[in-house]
T-cell receptor, first 116, second 113 residues
């Protein structure tokens, strides 16, 4: 079965520092991978996605992620964090339901706190 | 502005009552989804619909039902609410095929007492 693991429940960084959020997935075929961000009281917003091709993908808000098949990872990075990046981040993998439909399987999320 | 509208934004409900959460999208997406989000558990799929007239069960469907009479609307019904259904509920939609990214509403915070 498909699964996503985000090993870090909570990460705290200082404003201006670099950031890396970890994501490991389990999926038998070539995965479709996503990162979403959720601000308090809001729904999830898509940051970036990987379907195929270049393994380094660029997203919105200065985020990027790198797909590493050998490590089953899709880590999210940002060179310099801003206070407005404080939010919860979810990694997700595209999967197939028992009925043959497509769905997303989400990790449990990483909450990011940014110190001034 | 195109997107997904969920209503109500929050609700407090007595156990045993019936409740319908509404979800409407104006992006003409074929696929729609309902998730619940609980602390420490992330998002779990309740029900989904690939196209109008069809629905399917997700990871945690018990106690919930859905219908998809048209493309735009995908209501979620709790026939007899129980306290364990206290959660934040998110509706999402996507184009069909190829694991398209999903677009999310702002959620409904539901408390069952």
């Amino acid at each position: 079965a498909q699964s996503v693991t985000q090993p870090d429940i909570h990460i705290t960084v200082s404003e201006g520092a670099s950031l890396e959020l970890r994501c490991n997935y389990s999926y038998g075929a070539t995965p479709y991978l996503f990162w979403y961000v959720q601000s308090p009281g809001q729904g999830l917003q898509l940051l970036l996605k990987y379907f195929s091709g270049d393994t380094l993908v660029q997203g919105i808000k200065g985020f990027e992620a790198e797909f590493k098949r050998s490590q089953s990872s899709f880590n999210l990075r940002k060179p310099s964090v801003h206070w407005s990046d404080a939010a919860e981040y979810f990694c997700a993998v595209g999967a197939i339901t028992q009925g043959g439909s497509e769905k997303l399987v989400f990790g449990k999320g990483t909450k990011l706190t940014v110190n001034p | 502005i195109a997107g997904i509208t969920q209503a109500p934004t929050s609700q407090i409900l007595a156990a045993g009552r019936r409740m319908t959460l509404r979800c409407t999208q104006d992006m003409r997406h074929n696929a729609m989804y309902w998730y619940r989000q609980d602390l420490g558990l992330g998002l779990r799929l309740i029900h989904y619909s690939n196209t109008a007239g069809t629905t399917g069960k997700g990871e945690v469907p018990d106690g919930y039902s859905v219908s998809r009479a048209n493309t735009d609307d995908f209501p979620l019904t709790l026939a007899s609410a129980v306290p364990s259904q206290t959660s934040v509920y998110f509706c999402a939609s996507s184009r069909s095929g190829g694991n398209q990214p999903q677009h999310f509403g702002d959620g409904t915070r539901l408390s069952i007492l």
